[in-house]
T-cell receptor, first 115, second 113 residues
């Protein structure tokens, strides 16, 4: 089973910040939080990841709470092209030939950007 | 650089037929995996491999076989297709190292009648 809990769907007005929550209350100390998104029927696309510090890249920001039990993905200025399913996953940072490296996605959050 | 290539893009099978979904990557990634996606179910992991000669089961392995004879290829075999295997299948790959990201193929839409 997925180690994360996400709302099934969310709406956001175009041009506003989209804040997507993720609960990972059983996260271990060596597990990272990753976010991917899937636009329509395409293959998922990596967005961002982090361990305990907040992270930002050209696509989004990731805010992780101090206890690491939850996180929020922020799309600062949502556009219609951000309409997608967003997946939050947790996993151990990979080690060489780690045979327990199952990357479990879950159902994600369907984000609707409203014009 | 082609990335992760899946073939075919679409396939229709009859119940009981066998077929192989192909996945190839040209990024020298050690890790490869297969997912299926059904409406409302998100992505579910079928099988994965951390290198040539090594495969392991994911969440939903029943009815599927895999092998990894080369780093580049990770075929998914359906020995006797069933309607419950109607789905969209995605292949993904990554390097085996810390904090690496998955690269996905464009998917294969399979219908079993």
């Amino acid at each position: 089973d997925a180690k994360t809990t996400q709302p099934p769907s969310m709406d956001c007005a175009e041009g506003r910040a989209a804040n997507l929550p993720c609960n990972h209350s059983t996260i271990s100390g060596n597990e990272y939080v990753y976010w991917y998104r899937q636009i329509h029927s395409q293959g998922p696309q990596y967005i961002i990841h982090g361990l305990k510090n907040n992270e930002t890249n050209e696509m989004a920001s990731l805010i992780i709470t101090e206890d690491r039990k939850s996180s929020t993905l922020i799309l600062p200025h949502a556009t219609l092209r951000d309409t997608a399913v967003y997946y939050c996953i947790v996993r151990v940072g990979g080690s060489l030939k780690n045979r327990d490296d199952k990357i479990i996605f879950g159902k994600g959050t369907r984000l609707h950007i409203l014009p | 650089n082609a990335g992760v290539t899946q073939t075919p893009k679409f396939q229709v099978l009859k119940t009981g037929q066998s077929m192989t979904l192909q996945c190839a990557q040209d990024m020298n990634h050690e890790y490869m995996s297969w997912y299926r996606q059904d409406p409302g179910m998100g992505l579910r992991l079928i099988h994965y491999s951390v290198g040539a000669g090594i495969t392991d089961q994911g969440e939903v392995p029943n009815g599927y076989n895999v092998s990894r004879s080369t780093t580049e290829d990770f075929p998914l075999r359906l020995l006797s297709a069933a309607p419950s295997q109607t789905s969209v299948y995605f292949c993904a790959s990554k390097i085996v190292a810390t904090n690496e990201k998955l690269f996905f193929g464009s998917g294969t839409q399979l219908s079993v009648l």
